[in-house]
């Protein structure tokens, strides 16, 4: 019997693979359990978050009953559904998906279970203000884009809308077939990248003044409307004859072959350097969302590619959140100080986006004049509330045949009142001005 | 202030479903430390004294191999004496002694035996030129020092880890009762009927059958009320086959413990339990009905009958051995080619995680057996060979296991589908559960939610410490095998209570693992919790081998009869009494125990 019973340590195997899993179990648990806990499909989530209000104490969303509730006012659902995000969770960027372990105190011990300590913890109050979001959305009237605005002093995003939405309280039945949602799920200002147009001219503006820092404003090229660059025609809008140009009438009049010009004796490496250090390519991280890429490649640009580059057409493509950061950084002198955010503690909507110096305070301060001078001399003041001194550049980034342009616009207030930074996107639009332009003068009046 | 009262009533549920885990604890833990100190000590039952150089062998087991062989029991450094020469067994009738093919053959008091030979004291036994005489082992050799006395000295009563298992599946009922917001008092019902049955037992045990230890009937009874209560939150109705099943089981139970109390009428039946088991199957594979993949069902009018958790009892009686047979019938094929016929039906039923948890049976037992690691690797590598085998064959059969390791690539097809719900469901449940009958597995309707998947609605309603216990229990019947691997009567009991030992946490490993993703989905229940009534009845006539495996279980039925007839029978010599002061379990535990040595 002895050996009969020295053979049973073969079971210590067993016992051993079996430790083994349950330790790899637990520990799995233990690491990725708040990742499992919050998948859309699990039916102990609905109705368990916590309040989320806005910065002004308007409740956003709210539990009853184990269910999860909105706003009372319609355009305020429609506005903000992909900062809170649907019940359902198909919005993964949607603070709901990406805070939803805070949202409903989740964590390792008690899981899901509701306690007096989760009761006290898990409400949300966002930076956000509801009456910009439902502005900017009345304003983009039906189209689709994106619009973002935040204090630069701060840091706490201010407004923040996506189109196309739906509303959270009532989810249309035809959602996945009915092509007017088609991309409803996703946030434009994080997760959409489009077609820049000239507020790229920004960038090889940019490029332009860290290359020639004595020159840059002296230096004229002359345009006819047209001009064969490369092999084929660079037009600028509507065949306009803009004459002989420097900088800041080109930057006025957009003009797009001014701007070829200036790509092809710059180089292509020297503006996809520039690009680059200005957040192009690069991944940018919104606390734990990561944000789409901005991205040109001009390897292998010829020279007329090159110019249409230089005025972001070509391949260029450009995320409103990061050109929002970009526009923060340039009225800060180069370094965008304090990240952009959506709750005001440590969260995870509230993490540096990229740190470091974009360009040198100089080229920031040139910039700003030229935004600046654009505002003033070119676009009116009269188009925004009083007081705001408002730089920006519009861009109307052309898509394809038949399809009306992106229309953008970007920039920032220079004041110590309004340090606000902005970027707003509007698909089939008519013009920069027309169409976001009043997208931006509607969120600035709604905040001034 | 309103939200903290708001938030009372759920925080003190949580607390009392946190004493869940804790009285589980309990039981698991003292069960087995109470079946520990229960337990003899491994004294020497008798001696064997070899006149001429005065050399005392203490006899120390039930069975004992006697030979050259340093791996006998009784080892004789003789020449003349073979490698196995014999074995002297205890049995009901007294100590025999038996030849095992030797070469020069034994003699009792010079006469050349042939089969068992009872034998008494004083009586010579004669192996080639060694001749050993039979004697009362005289004193208690020193107590043996436990460092670890497992927390506490004395053994915990039967009855007090009977009512905290009790306490235990009420504290889960009773969240059952007010799952909905108002008290319904029938969803106790089962529960309350899971008792009655578990007590009936106890007293059937202790009150009639006179049995000192009741620790392995505690843990079972523990998990069945844990699963039936968990279950019956899930789907009250179907939860009655559960309960049927749990009757029918302990009867099995009990019968079986009877079955095996008489070792000859074991090897009279051992052939028609081993030609029932393949019958059964071919019967299963002529009029089985396929369920979800696997033909394993036999329907019978309203009967449902999944044979394979059937043929698992037999299994392991074909499979296991007394010693005598093992050292004269040294080769393991005879059960190498039953393994192969049963393992070969289940693959026909496409029933692969039975035939996986056969086959691991198979591997404990022929281990046990022959303890060649050759062998084994032989076995072994046959087996992948036929695995290769069949996924050339039947290639579905690997797509089902694409999936494994990245469900969370999968979570909307049947690759990875009921392995994230599981995951995401446990992960919501935390260390102590949201509570019986608020889990969103069960009512989010995952194919399985009550068997394959039953550890994860465990996990999200009871909590991940409920089923860590859980599989705690499970696992320490291991040990339980183990501690009683060299006391037990026979090696037929050794070796069936390490078999279902080890089947049963090889079954909890491909279930839990399973369901969480540490290794491939595989249909197969956990052991006494998964909905199934089959499974049920099969694990609690697996139970029977390992109390079966426990002397005590036999020892206490022999004294009630003895104290029946009034006394000790005249040939029996007066017990031996352990020394003053010794700290001792309370009557009639200890005296039971000194029938070995009569």
Redesign the interface.
């Known amino acids: 019997?002895?050996?009969?019973?020295f053979?049973?340590?073969?079971?210590?195997i067993?016992?051993a693979?079996?430790?083994g899993?349950?330790g790899?179990?637990?520990a799995?648990?233990l690491l990725?359990?708040?990742q499992?806990?919050m998948?859309p499909?699990?039916?102990?989530l609905t109705g368990q978050m916590g309040d989320i209000k806005d910065r002004n104490g308007n409740i956003l969303a709210r539990s009853e009953d184990g269910e999860r509730l909105y706003s009372d006012d319609g355009t305020v659902r429609l506005a903000l559904l992909h900062t809170i995000g649907d019940t359902a969770g198909y919005i993964g960027t949607g603070v709901q998906s990406v805070m939803g372990d805070r949202l409903t105190g989740y964590?390792?011990?008690?899981?899901?279970?509701?306690?007096?300590l989760?009761?006290?913890t898990s409400g949300l109050d966002l930076t956000v203000d509801q009456y910009a979001c439902t502005a900017a959305y009345s304003a983009m009237g039906g189209h689709d884009g994106a619009a973002i605005l935040y204090n630069y002093e701060t840091g706490d995003i201010l407004c923040k809308v996506s189109a196309p939405t739906f509303d959270p309280a009532f989810v249309p039945e035809d959602i996945e077939t009915n092509g007017a949602y088609k991309g409803a799920y996703l946030d434009n200002t994080l997760s959409g990248t489009f077609t820049p147009g000239s507020i790229f001219k920004v960038v090889t503006a940019a490029a332009a003044m860290e290359a020639w820092p004595d020159s840059w404003s002296t230096r004229t090229y002359d345009c006819w409307g047209s001009e064969n660059i490369g092999g084929s025609d660079i037009t600028c809008l509507n065949g306009e004859a803009h004459g002989t140009l420097d900088m800041y009438g080109a930057m006025g009049h957009s003009c797009n072959i001014y701007f070829a010009h200036l790509a092809n004796d710059l180089g292509s490496e020297a503006l996809q350097k520039k690009a680059e250090e200005l957040g192009f390519n690069a991944n940018l991280q919104f606390g734990d969302v990561t944000v789409a890429k901005s991205s040109i490649d001009l390897s292998g640009a010829n020279a007329n590619q090159l110019g249409w580059a230089a005025v972001g057409q070509y391949t260029v493509l450009a995320n409103p959140y990061h050109m929002m950061a970009l526009m923060g950084a340039v009225a800060q002198g180069g370094t965008c100080k304090e990240p952009p955010r959506l709750t005001a503690g440590g969260d995870a909507l509230s993490k540096v986006i990229k740190p470091g110096r974009m360009m040198s305070p100089d080229t920031a301060a040139n910039l700003k004049s030229l935004l600046r001078s654009d505002v003033e001399n070119y676009y009116g003041d009269w188009l925004f509330p009083q007081g705001m001194n408002v730089c920006a550049k519009t861009g109307t980034g052309e898509v394809g045949e038949g399809i009306a342009p992106n229309c953008w616009m970007v920039g920032f207030c220079d004041s110590a009142q309004y340090p606000y930074a902005f970027a707003v996107v509007v698909e089939e639009g008519s013009g920069g001005i027309e169409t976001a332009g009043v997208v931006v003068s509607a969120m600035l009046q709604a905040l001034a | 202030m309103e939200r903290l009262t708001d938030f009372m009533l759920p925080t003190l549920w949580l607390l009392l479903r946190a004493l869940v885990p804790v009285l589980a604890l309990y039981v698991v833990w003292r069960s087995y430390t109470s079946f520990k100190k229960g337990q003899r000590r491994r004294d020497p039952v008798i001696m064997l004294w070899e006149e001429t150089s005065g050399a005392r062998f203490p006899v120390l087991y039930w069975e004992n191999s006697i030979g050259r062989s340093k791996s006998c029991d009784i080892c004789l450094p003789d020449a003349t004496v073979s490698r196995d020469h014999a074995v002297l067994m205890r049995r009901e009738e007294g100590w025999v002694v038996c030849d095992t093919g030797s070469q020069s053959g034994t003699r009792v008091n010079g006469r050349e035996i042939e089969g068992q030979k009872l034998l008494s004291i004083g009586d010579s036994i004669t192996m080639g030129d060694v001749t050993l005489t039979m004697r009362n082992a005289d004193s208690p050799l020193e107590k043996r020092r436990r460092v670890f006395k497992g927390f506490s000295a004395e053994a915990a009563s039967p009855l007090k880890l009977m009512a905290a298992a009790s306490l235990v599946h009420l504290l889960m009922a009773l969240q059952a009762c007010f799952a909905d917001g108002a008290f319904v008092l029938i969803q106790a019902a089962p529960t309350l009927i899971a008792m009655v049955m578990g007590w009936g037992l106890y007293v059937y045990s202790i009150g009639i059958q006179h049995r000192v230890s009741f620790e392995i009937e505690t843990t079972a009874y523990l998990l069945s009320g844990i699963g039936i209560t968990l279950l019956a939150a899930f789907d009250i109705e179907g939860v009655r086959t559960q309960l049927v099943a749990m009757f029918i089981g302990i009867l099995l139970f009990c019968f079986m413990i009877w079955f095996m109390n008489d070792l000859d009428r074991v090897s009279r039946f051992r052939i028609y339990i081993g030609a029932a088991a393949i019958l059964l199957f071919a019967l299963n594979l002529l009029i089985g009905q396929e369920n979800h993949g696997a033909k394993n069902w036999i329907k019978l009018g309203p009967l449902s009958l999944q044979p394979s958790e059937l043929i698992k009892i037999a299994f392991v009686f074909v499979g296991t051995s007394t010693l005598d047979r093992l050292q004269t019938k040294k080769n393991i094929t005879e059960f190498l080619i039953f393994t192969g016929i049963c393992v070969g039906f289940l693959v026909l039923m496409h029933d692969l995680g039975t035939a996986a948890i056969f086959f691991a049976c198979f591997l404990i037992i022929a281990f046990m057996r022959s303890g060649s690691v050759r062998t084994i690797a032989l076995i072994l590598s046959g087996a992948a060979f036929g695995v290769f085998l069949v996924l050339q064959m039947l290639p579905y059969i690997a797509d089902r296991f694409a999936g494994w390791g990245h469900v969370w690539e999968h979570i909307n097809d049947n690759l990875g589908f009921q392995q994230t719900r599981v995951l995401t469901y446990m992960a919501s449940g935390g260390l102590f559960g949201l509570g019986t009958g608020q889990g969103g597995l069960g009512a989010s309707g995952v194919f399985a939610a009550d068997s394959d998947l039953v550890f994860g609605m465990l996990c999200e309603e009871q909590g991940l410490l409920l089923g860590l216990i859980v599989l705690m229990a499970i696992a320490l019947f291991i040990f339980y095998a183990r501690s009683d691997v060299t006391r037990s009567r026979s090696t037929f009991f050794s070796i069936g209570a390490c078999a279902v030992a080890g089947m049963l946490l090889f079954q909890t490993c491909l279930n839990v693992f399973g369901a969480t993703d540490v290794l491939p989905l595989t249909g197969v229940t956990l052991p006494f919790i998964s909905a199934g009534g089959s499974s049920m009845m099969s694990v609690w006539g697996l139970m029977a081998f390992l109390k079966a495996s426990d002397e005590r279980t036999y020892a206490a039925r022999r004294a009630g009869r003895r104290q029946a007839r009034g006394g000790r029978g005249p040939s029996d010599p007066p017990p031996r009494r352990p020394g003053p002061g010794h700290m001792r379990p309370p009557p009639p535990r200890r005296d039971d125990m000194e029938d070995i040595s009569s």
């Open positions: 019997m002895k050996t009969v019973g053979r049973s340590i073969v079971l210590y067993l016992l693979v079996f430790l899993g349950v790899l179990m637990v799995r648990q990725y359990g708040r499992w806990a998948q499909y699990n039916m102990n964590n390792f011990v008690t899981g899901l279970n509701e306690t007096i989760t009761g006290l």
